[in-house]
């Protein structure tokens, strides 16, 4: 918001404090001063009024005059080279003389222009920086003095500040807000405008052609309505003084109407709003809710289609407001309009804002609306309004004020005594000046009581302005305000150092992103709210519908993201379209997964490795594969305690859900805690995001209170140094049966059958065969099983035997067969 110091002087004199010390003030009260802009022409030393005496053309170019120019009694007369064209013998303009500064660093010299002498130069009002016309010579039609210093003819111009006011303060959005600030900082007496209309002063002749009624059919969103009819206006140029501020803070004067609502607007942060009473048809003003397709026209000639829960102000037949955002083209002040209906009125906050959201549209007055307006100084601003039409376009209040809905009285007390104040702050501070700074923000005092030795208890009303106020704290907040931040003393700080180990996730985190960077993984991060078209290719649509937000902001983050790997695609196919070779991605973050019917929030690392295509290296190198997956799978759960390879593990099945049925895996599941699937991801969803060759993958989830902090920490183990005794067995299985399932029967099988005797340290698989010699529908699978005792060397009296127990306890238990 930007806020004009002369504006300011009106409230509160600030005579003799800088510039800089007002911006200073501001940011020490809480607000951030985004910049300090100074309008007018700044000081120009041996700029003076000239009047042109001839002018004749130059004899080398044909668009440049000779002209002799009259400086005054002082400088005489000064011959000058021109090049503009929108002057004439005895016009009067700004003369800039040999030694003259102008803004940019440019120095007038003595020079020839073309052959011919040159004692100065004649300026344009860019030049002078008071406007953007560079077209001309800036014509003084007010003809002043020759030699008069140009300082002395132009506008003094102002200083404005641009000010960003924080969403709890409200109140800060008007020059009245800033300068009862400034007034609190610097100790001074606050002025409010004076007003002189007040109800009593209407006269009581109602114009019911005019408007006749005014009725609110949107409850709680129009809780104050107000309209008075002011007829016998003439609608023309506002004062300068009114234009000046207004154009100092950013506003195109319009007419003497149009600019009075939006003054009153930037000093009392009251929207307002004037209607041609005759363009409102029916002479009756409703407030309600736009029909579904309603349309209306705004002052921005755009036809809008409204939504059904959007406020509107309509007459008797359309809409002609959309409430405290914008009016209607053809509901507005025109230079014939004669009568007038005020509109100051409260709309709820949240009402505004929907509708400028959903309308992509906003305006001074939907800023203010949205952030709160305060109902309760609503009739003095609109007292201010019909003050200043009546002043500066005429007429006289017809009928009385049209009001519907009422104030609710306000009151707001906060008791605290000035020990609080101390204790919360540190620091002492003189109990008056805490209490002068308090009646300085105009917090009246309304009981003083003694606490027995803890000083007085003040009880403070606070202004209806100041809604943020609500509790003691709130007060110390604004006792320090006005002390200043800078005074407050520094000291030591004495605490008990303790030490404390990070997060557990935070080390799995750490440790996931410390091992895959090393296998020269990138890292990357991605948003955790995804898209749902990209959601349904890893998700049943029933999960797809858990995972959705209820109010998403955008439709591109309008899920929550049920895998890492859907993101990291995304990141690959960017790096792939911009000639990137970045093929090793990895990312950690959180995962949301259906757990027991509901979702669980789940600590995920996950990677993908594309297939490098088209980059030309010395030497080819092997090509990742299912087992390479496999393997950083298993190295990220090994930092959640997990040992993935003593897991069993089951191929992806239909429907795949993102991955290549028959080349994926999973092992693990969610109900006890974590789940993890690597292998290639499919190649038809590859082919439909535009990734180029094959892409293998892993993704690990695990319940956040699964990981704890000496998840890595392993046990000592003695091992043996006895040789090991090795034994291979072939078994006969089903075609469709999968080697994981087989091996762990087989192993447990073993286990049992071993005892107690020695150890049983690995069942691994190493060779699969179909074909001849073999039923239809079967294949064999060949184990290596590798035995060793702590204590001795295992004789083959014992592992044979034992080896003979588990071929035949296997075949019992599960019907394989043994191939010879």
Same mark, same amino acid.
């Given at each position: 918001?930007?806020?004009?110091?002369?504006?300011?002087?009106?409230?509160v004199?600030?005579?003799?404090?800088?510039?800089e010390?007002?911006?200073?003030a501001?940011?020490f009260?809480?607000?951030?001063?985004?910049?300090?802009?100074?309008?007018?022409?700044?000081?120009?030393?041996?700029?003076?009024?000239?009047?042109?005496?001839?002018?004749?053309?130059?004899?080398?170019?044909?668009?440049?005059s000779v002209?002799?120019?009259?400086?005054?009694?002082?400088?005489?007369?000064?011959?000058?080279?021109c090049?503009?064209?929108?002057?004439?013998?005895?016009?009067?303009?700004?003369?800039?003389?040999?030694?003259?500064v102008?803004p940019?660093n440019?120095?007038?010299?003595?020079?020839k222009?073309?052959?011919?002498?040159?004692?100065?130069?004649?300026?344009?009002?860019?030049?002078l920086?008071?406007?953007?016309?560079?077209?001309?010579?800036?014509?003084?039609?007010?003809?002043?003095?020759?030699?008069?210093?140009?300082?002395?003819?132009?506008?003094?111009?102002?200083?404005?500040?641009?000010?960003?006011?924080?969403?709890?303060?409200?109140?800060a959005?008007?020059?009245?807000?800033v300068?009862?600030?400034?007034?609190?900082?610097?100790?001074?007496?606050?002025?409010?405008?004076?007003?002189?209309?007040?109800?009593?002063?209407?006269?009581?002749?109602?114009?019911?052609?005019?408007?006749?009624?005014?009725?609110?059919?949107?409850?709680?969103?129009?809780?104050?309505?107000?309209?008075?009819?002011?007829?016998?206006?003439?609608?023309?140029?506002?004062?300068?003084?009114?234009?000046?501020?207004?154009?100092?803070?950013?506003?195109?004067?319009?007419?003497?109407?149009?600019?009075?609502?939006?003054?009153?607007?930037?000093?009392?942060?009251?929207?307002?709003?004037?209607?041609?009473?005759?363009?409102?048809?029916?002479?009756?003003?409703?407030v309600?809710?736009?029909?579904?397709?309603?349309?209306?026209t705004?002052?921005?000639?755009?036809?809008?289609?409204?939504?059904?829960?959007?406020?509107?102000?309509?007459?008797?037949?359309k809409?002609?407001?959309?409430?405290?955002?914008?009016?209607?083209?053809?509901?507005?002040?025109?230079?014939?309009?004669?009568?007038?209906?005020?509109?100051?009125?409260?709309?709820?906050?949240?009402?505004?804002?929907?509708?400028?959201?959903?309308?992509?549209?906003?305006?001074?007055?939907?800023?203010?609306?949205?952030?709160?307006?305060? %109902?309760? $100084?609503?009739?003095?601003?609109?007292? &201010?309004? *019909? /003050? =200043?039409?009546?002043?500066?376009?005429?007429g006289?209040? +017809?009928?009385?004020?049209h009001?519907?809905g009422a104030?609710?009285?306000?009151?707001?007390?906060?008791?605290?005594?000035?020990?609080?104040?101390?204790?919360?702050?540190g620091?002492?501070?003189?109990?008056?000046?805490m209490?002068?700074?308090?009646?300085?923000?105009?917090?009246?005092?309304?009981?003083?009581?003694?606490?027995?030795?803890?000083?007085p208890?003040?009880?403070f009303s %606070?202004? $209806?302005?100041?809604?943020?106020?609500? &509790?003691? *704290? /709130? =007060?110390?907040?604004?006792?320090?305000?006005?002390?200043? +931040?800078?005074?407050?003393?520094?000291?030591?700080?004495?605490?008990?150092?303790?030490?404390?180990?990070?997060?557990?996730?935070?080390?799995f985190?750490?440790?996931?992103?410390?091992?895959?960077?090393?296998?020269?993984?990138?890292?990357?991060?991605?948003?955790?709210?995804?898209?749902?078209?990209e959601?349904?290719?890893?998700?049943?649509?029933?999960a797809?519908?858990?995972?959705?937000?209820?109010?998403?902001?955008?439709?591109?983050?309008?899920?929550?993201?049920?895998?890492?790997?859907?993101?990291?695609?995304?990141?690959?196919?960017?790096?792939?379209?911009?000639?990137?070779a970045?093929?090793?991605?990895f990312?950690?973050?959180?995962?949301?997964i259906?757990?027991?019917?509901q979702?669980?929030?789940?600590v995920?690392?996950?990677?993908?490795?594309?297939?490098?295509?088209?980059?030309?290296?010395?030497?080819?190198?092997?090509s990742?594969?299912?087992?390479?997956?496999k393997?950083?799978?298993?190295?990220?759960?090994?930092?959640?305690?997990?040992?993935l390879?003593?897991?069993?593990?089951?191929?992806?099945?239909?429907?795949?859900?993102?991955?290549?049925?028959?080349?994926?895996a999973?092992?693990?599941?969610?109900?006890?805690?974590?789940?993890?699937?690597?292998?290639l991801?499919?190649?038809?969803?590859?082919?439909?995001?535009?990734?180029?060759?094959?892409?293998?993958?892993?993704?690990?989830?695990?319940?956040?209170?699964?990981?704890?902090?000496?998840?890595?920490?392993?046990?000592?183990k003695p091992?043996?140094?006895?040789?090991?005794?090795?034994?291979?067995l072939?078994?006969?299985?089903?075609?469709?049966?999968?080697?994981?399932?087989?091996?762990?029967?087989?192993?447990?099988t073993?286990?049992?059958?071993?005892?107690?005797?020695?150890?049983?340290?690995?069942?691994?698989?190493?060779?699969?065969?179909?074909?001849k010699?073999?039923?239809?529908?079967?294949?064999?699978?060949?184990?290596?099983?590798?035995f060793?005792?702590?204590?001795?060397?295992?004789?083959?009296?014992?592992?044979?035997?034992?080896?003979?127990?588990?071929?035949?306890?296997?075949?019992?238990?599960t019907?394989?067969?043994?191939?010879?």
């Open positions: 918001m930007k806020v004009s110091l002369s504006w300011l002087q009106s409230y004199d600030l005579t003799g404090i800088s510039a010390d007002i911006s200073r501001i940011t009260l809480g607000f951030e001063v985004e910049q300090v802009i100074r309008t007018g022409a700044p000081r120009l030393d041996n700029v003076f009024v000239g009047e042109v005496l001839t002018r004749d053309k130059h004899p080398n170019a044909d668009k440049l002209c002799t120019v009259d400086v005054g009694p002082v400088h005489g007369v000064k011959r000058i080279v090049g503009a064209q929108n002057y004439t013998v005895g016009d009067r303009v700004p003369v800039a003389l040999v030694g003259a102008l940019g440019f120095v007038i010299k003595e020079a222009v073309r052959g011919e002498a040159s004692s100065g130069m004649m300026c344009s009002a860019k030049e920086t008071i406007a953007e016309d560079a077209a001309g010579l800036l014509i003084l039609t007010d003809r002043p003095a020759t030699g008069t210093p140009i300082n002395d003819v132009l506008p003094s111009g102002d200083t404005v500040f641009d000010i960003e006011i924080t969403p709890n303060r409200p109140d959005l008007s020059h009245l807000g300068a009862r600030e400034l007034a609190a900082w610097f100790k001074k007496d606050l002025a409010y405008p004076a007003v002189s209309f007040t109800p009593a002063a209407i006269s009581a002749n109602p114009r019911t052609d005019l408007l006749k009624s005014v009725r609110v059919d949107a409850g709680t969103d129009c809780p104050l309505y107000t309209a008075t009819v002011i007829t016998g206006v003439k609608v023309g140029p506002s004062p300068d003084w009114m234009q000046q501020r207004l154009s100092a803070v950013g506003l195109r004067p319009i007419n003497n109407v149009v600019d009075i609502g939006n003054y009153v607007m930037l000093e009392y942060g009251q929207p307002v709003h004037a209607f041609d009473a005759k363009k409102l048809s029916g002479a009756e003003i409703v309600r809710y736009a029909a579904e397709g309603e349309k209306i705004t002052l921005d000639s755009k036809e809008r289609v409204l939504p059904a829960n959007s406020l509107v102000i309509a007459d008797a037949h809409p002609v407001v959309i409430a405290g955002i914008m009016g209607s083209a053809d509901s507005g002040v025109s230079p014939d309009t004669t009568d007038l209906v005020l509109e100051v009125a409260c709309f709820r906050r949240q009402s505004v804002r929907a509708t400028s959201k959903h309308l992509g549209l906003a305006s001074d007055s939907s800023y203010r609306y949205e952030r709160g307006i305060d %109902v309760h $100084s609503l009739d003095e601003a609109a007292h &201010r309004f *019909i /003050d =200043l039409i009546l002043a500066h376009a005429g006289q209040v +017809a009928g009385p004020i009001r519907v104030d609710i009285p306000w009151q707001r007390e906060i008791t605290v005594t000035p020990s609080y104040i101390n204790e919360k702050l620091f002492e501070i003189p109990a008056a000046e209490r002068a700074s308090l009646e300085s923000l105009e917090l009246a005092l309304v009981r003083e009581e003694d606490t027995e030795g803890r000083g208890a003040w009880t %606070v202004p $209806s302005w100041r809604d943020d106020l609500d &509790r003691p *704290i /709130d =007060l110390v907040e604004e006792v320090v305000r006005l002390y200043g +931040a800078e005074k407050i003393p520094s000291s030591v700080v004495n605490a008990p150092g303790l030490i404390g180990n990070d997060d557990p996730i935070v080390l985190n750490r440790a996931v992103s410390a091992a895959l960077v090393g296998q020269g993984f990138n890292e990357c991060v991605n948003y955790t709210l995804r898209p749902a078209k959601l349904a290719a890893w998700a049943t649509p029933a797809v519908a858990d995972l959705a937000l209820a109010n998403p902001f955008v439709e591109d983050q309008s899920h929550l993201r049920n895998t890492l790997v859907s993101g990291l695609l995304e990141s690959l196919k960017l790096n792939q379209s911009r000639g990137v970045a093929s090793h991605l990312e950690t973050g959180r995962v949301f259906e757990r027991n019917g979702l669980s929030e789940c995920a690392a996950a990677f993908v490795i594309a297939e490098e295509t088209g980059e030309r290296t010395w030497r080819t190198r092997e990742a594969d299912f087992y390479t997956a393997r950083h799978t298993a190295t990220i759960a090994s930092f959640a305690g997990i040992e390879e003593r897991q069993p593990t089951s191929l992806v099945a239909a429907p795949a859900l993102g991955w290549q049925e028959g080349h994926a999973t092992a693990g599941d969610i109900k006890h805690g974590w789940t993890s699937t690597f292998g991801v499919s190649l038809a969803h590859l082919k439909a995001l535009g990734i180029t060759g094959k892409v293998y993958a892993g993704c690990f989830a695990i319940v956040s209170e699964k990981v704890t902090a000496d998840a890595d920490r392993r046990s000592y091992f043996s140094l006895q040789p090991a005794a090795l034994r291979d072939a078994l006969v299985v089903p075609e469709a049966m999968s080697s994981a399932e087989v091996q762990k029967a087989l192993a447990k073993a286990r049992a059958a071993v005892g107690n005797a020695f150890a049983l340290e690995a069942v691994n698989v190493f060779d699969v065969y179909q074909g010699g073999l039923p239809e529908g079967t294949k064999s699978l060949a184990y290596s099983l590798v060793r005792a702590s204590d001795r060397t295992l004789t083959d009296d014992e592992v044979n035997g034992v080896f003979t127990k588990i071929q035949d306890e296997l075949v019992k238990a019907g394989y067969q043994i191939r010879k």
